[in-house]
């Protein structure tokens, strides 16, 4: 069954440093986003994208945070100076059509020291 | 503001009980998300609902698009159900989550 990976798994960095997180999402999938989960609390929307540009995006997503897809087959999602308060969880998800069934990543986890 | 409430924040069952979880939100949406987040933290799609009902198994998925309300029932519960469930709905290209009822199934 086809799925969506995410690498790291697990990412321990100092604050101020960059991060990129990596996701392939399924292959005939069109829309694209990510979320983040801090310990502890509810999910929460970061971006979504579609057409190689970003379609929505949340308070959240400052100018700190940035989404690409460089190649066809990778979305990454890069944090240019880390804070403390990005240590989360942070999730990829896909979906065929827009409002469509969203397929997510088992996560990575993003430990800012 | 956009919010998105859920009850009950937890619930135990024993194994073969009829579950409901609760999801009302504040504000028109194009569609209406169940997830599954398990012990892990990997989170599982349920259901994707823009009106009426829908059916997966034990689980069924109901939403009242006049009443901004969505259900969420397991039928003959089992501990492999224990399980975090998530409400989130989407308002153009966002998402906005609830947050979450924590099921524990007991044997």
């Known amino acids: 069954e086809p799925e969506v990976t995410q690498t790291p798994s697990h990412q321990v960095t100092q604050m101020g440093q960059e991060v990129i997180l990596r996701c392939v999402p399924i292959s005939n999938h069109l829309y694209f986003y990510w979320y983040r989960q801090i310990l502890g609390q509810k999910v929460e929307f970061l971006v979504s994208f579609y057409n190689n540009e970003i379609s929505e995006k949340s308070e959240i997503f400052d100018d700190q945070f940035s989404v690409e897809r460089p190649d066809g087959s990778n979305f990454t999602l890069k944090i240019r100076s880390t804070k403390l308060e990005d240590s989360a969880m942070y999730f990829c998800?896909?979906?065929?059509?827009?409002?469509?069934?969203?397929?997510f990543g088992e996560g990575s986890r993003l430990t800012v020291l | 503001k956009n919010e998105v409430e859920q009850s009950p924040q937890n619930l135990t069952a024993q194994e073969g009980e009829f579950i409901t979880i609760n999801c009302s939100y504040s504000?028109?949406?194009?569609?209406l998300h169940w997830l599954q987040q398990h012990p892990g933290g990997g989170i599982v799609s349920l259901f994707m609902l823009s009106s009426g009902k829908k059916k997966h198994g034990r689980l069924i998925a109901t939403i009242n698009i006049q009443e901004k309300h969505s259900s969420l029932h397991i039928t003959a519960s089992h501990p492999r159900d224990s399980a975090v469930y998530i409400c989130?709905?989407?308002?153009?290209?966002?998402?906005?989550f609830g947050t979450g009822t924590s099921l524990t199934v007991i044997p």
């Open positions: 989130a709905v989407r308002i153009s290209n966002q998402f906005y």
């Open positions: 504000v028109g949406i194009s569609a």
């Open positions: 998800a896909s979906s065929a059509e827009g409002p469509g069934e969203l397929f």
